[in-house]
C-alpha cells in the first residue's frame, strides 16, 4: 500500500534551516508530481512546495518563495524540503502528499506529518 513517511522535524530558531525528507512506497514514485502542505495550529492546512515527476519544475506560495526549496531523488524514491530563513511563523506541522492513479481512480496520500517549530 502507499506509504509516504516524514522525517527531520524539530526546534529550530528564527534564521536556521531544516530539511525534512519523506519517504514514499508503494507507487510508482517517479511518475507522480509530489508536494509538502503544512498546517498550523487554528489554521487550514496549505501548500508550500510542489515538484513535478522529474523534479524539473518547482512552485511554491509568496510566503515561502526564496527560503523553502524543495528537490527529489527518484532512486531513493524521497522528496525534500529544505527550509532556511525560518520565521515563527512557519511553525506548523508539514505533511507529504501525493495524488496517486489506483484502480482508475485518483486518491489522496498524506504522510503522518513532522513538527516544525521556530521558537527562540
Known amino acids: 500500500q502507499v506509504q509516504l513517511v516524514e522525517s527531520g522535524g524539530g526546534l529550530v530558531q528564527p534564521g536556521g534551516s531544516l530539511r525534512l525528507s519523506c519517504a514514499a512506497s508503494?507507487?510508482?514514485?517517479?511518475?507522480?508530481?509530489m508536494s509538502w502542505y503544512r498546517q498550523a495550529p487554528g489554521k487550514e492546512r496549505e501548500l508550500v512546495a510542489g515538484?513535478?515527476?522529474?523534479?524539473?519544475?518547482?512552485n511554491f506560495p509568496d510566503s515561502v518563495k526564496g527560503r523553502f526549496t524543495i528537490s527529489r531523488d527518484n532512486r531513493k524514491n524521497t522528496v525534500y524540503l529544505r527550509m532556511s530563513s525560518l520565521k515563527p511563523e512557519d511553525t506548523a506541522v508539514y505533511y507529504c502528499?501525493?495524488?496517486?492513479?489506483?484502480?482508475?481512480?485518483?486518491?489522496?496520500?498524506w504522510g503522518q506529518g513532522t513538527q516544525v517549530t521556530v521558537s527562540s
Open positions: 508503494g507507487f510508482a514514485f517517479s511518475s507522480y508530481a
Open positions: 502528499y501525493a495524488l496517486v492513479s489506483q484502480w482508475g481512480d485518483l486518491r489522496e496520500y
Open positions: 515538484i513535478t515527476s522529474d523534479g524539473g519544475s518547482t
